[in-house]
């Protein structure tokens, strides 16, 4: 997340996982905590959302 989302009690910064994309703009995340039970289902704007890489990729 790059910004708060108040309403869902979502700060910015916390990570969530793409379940779904609903348009050409927004994607439905879920965060879950450190036993994978989810806290906060929302959709969130794409250009919100900051993709990280677990694997390096070429430059």
């Known amino acids: ?6 309403a ?3 700060a910015r910064g916390q990570v969530g996982t793409v379940v779904e994309q609903l ?9 879950s ?4 039970r989810a806290y906060a ?3 969130c704007p794409m250009a919100e ?3 990280l890489h677990y694997v390096p990729e070429a430059a």
């Open 49 to 51: 959302l900051l993709i």
């Open 33 to 36: 905590d450190d036993q994978g």
């Open 1 to 6: 997340m790059l910004t708060d989302l108040p």
């Open 8 to 10: 869902q009690q979502l």
């Open 41 to 43: 289902i929302t959709a």
């Open 23 to 31: 348009d050409d703009k927004s994607l439905l995340v879920e965060f």
